[in-house]
């Protein structure tokens, strides 16, 4: 399974960016899907997980300003930010539980994708 982050980039305190995530390879279908961050100096911290049915779960800083989604159909999932702010400056990693055709359930890490909040 193979997990491909994208959507990282330099934005101005204030600013907005999507992250995507797309899934591909032998899967049978994904479970809880997540994104987590680590900024320098720092452990990787949960910002927001989302449940196959689309119940969501947010980290404190994360409620209100970011919104997590996915699309099963696609293989996909989206983490909207606003309001970015200097401290959300991190590398962006997705995560997701999948099941494959050999019905193995296992976790996959996608390979982050860089977020600067400067100006």
């Known amino acids: 399974v193979q997990l491909q982050a994208s959507g990282g980039g330099l934005v101005q305190p204030g600013g907005s960016l999507r992250l995507s995530c797309a899934a591909s390879g032998n899967i049978f279908i994904i479970h809880d899907m997540g994104w987590y961050r680590q900024a320098p100096g720092k452990q990787r911290e949960l910002v927001a997980r989302?449940?196959?049915?689309?119940?969501?779960n947010y980290e404190d800083s994360a409620k209100g300003r970011f919104t997590i989604s996915r699309d099963n159909a696609k293989n996909t999932m989206y983490l909207q930010m606003n309001s970015l702010k200097p401290e959300d400056t991190a590398v962006y990693y997705c995560n997701a539980e999948v099941t494959n055709w050999s019905r193995s359930r296992l976790t996959s890490w996608g390979q982050g994708t860089l977020v600067t909040v400067s100006s």
């Open positions: 989302i449940t196959r049915g689309g119940s969501t």
